[in-house]
């Protein structure tokens, strides 16, 4: 997970299965065994961190969080079921690294239907928003103006009636279209790369600055996995399928501001 994150798109197990209460409860008991008071969180698989949507506009954001979550469902359910009808998440090895947030965590297979949902899903809500904007700029700049520290935001909408009469003449520049086929070509690509060199599913169980993990620590950690999940050498790198996994689940999205514990879903949808 990036430093700033924004908004993320998560898969997560329904609850109250008998997968999630699992997950939770070895969660719950993992973080026992870091220092401080590692977040609680539920257990998920990250999609997509820096989804596009209006935070700043409590309207315009309930329909992006609707229309995302609505076209997340419908590019879920159109990827062809695979012939041996395996789970869509299947949970790997147990691994660890420097990152907080990839602290200890279940790997996730490299699923081709997972890769291609997280691809669709970059493609729309974050690559192809991110070149609409870049491209907005270069042929409207009248749309935007510098805040305090420089950077090109969009102009506010003038609200009154009064303001509105003394817009000036740069502010009525005529709007010029953007010809969306080349961005989405450009944006197909990036995604097309990032799902193949940048995404990593995973399943994170603690997050903890702690780093690295003593020997013996990590003995109590697998453990206590072994011991509550029934896998044994959760850890070996031959092990690409614990036998856990789900298909469906509950798609989140989940504002991921400041620290895990002042996080704020936005919306969720059962698939």
């Known amino acids: 997970m990036n430093d700033d994150p924004g908004v993320a798109l998560w898969l997560c197990p329904k609850k109250h299965t008998e997968l999630y209460e699992k997950l939770e409860t070895v969660m719950a008991s993992l973080q026992t065994l870091f220092p401080g008071t590692p977040p609680s969180f539920e257990p998920h698989v990250t999609i997509s961190t820096n989804i596009d949507i ?5 309207e315009k954001r309930h329909d992006d ?20 009808n395996s789970p869509l998440v299947r949970l790997g090895r147990v691994g660890t690294q420097r990152s907080k947030y990839k602290k200890l965590y279940f790997e996730v297979a490299p699923d081709a239907n ?29 749309l935007y103006t510098a ?5 090109r935001i969009r102009r506010a909408k003038l609200r009154s009636s009064k303001r509105a009469s003394s817009t000036s003449e740069k502010d009525s520049v005529p709007t010029k279209q953007i010809s969306l086929q080349p961005l989405q070509n450009e944006a197909s690509s990036v995604a097309a790369q990032w799902s193949k060199s940048e995404f990593f599913p995973h399943l994170s169980m603690v997050y903890s600055e702690v780093y690295p993990i003593g020997s013996a620590m990590w003995r109590t950690i697998t453990t206590r996995i072994q011991d509550y999940l029934g ?5 070996d790198p031959v092990v690409e399928d614990t036998g856990l996994g789900w298909n469906g689940g509950v798609l989140k999205l989940v504002l991921c501001r400041g620290d895990p514990q002042d996080w704020i879903e936005l919306g969720s949808v059962d698939v």
């Open 54 to 58: 209006a935070l700043d506009d409590p």
């Open 65 to 84: 969080v609707d229309r995302i979550l609505g076209a997340s469902v419908a590019a879920l359910q159109s990827i062809p079921a695979t012939s041996t």
């Open 114 to 142: 997972l890769l291609s949902f997280a691809q669709i899903i970059r493609e729309l809500f974050v690559v192809l928003p991110q070149l609409v904007e870049r491209e907005n700029q270069l042929i409207n700049p009248h």
């Open 147 to 151: 805040d305090n520290h420089g950077n």
């Open 231 to 235: 896998i044994d050498n959760c850890d």
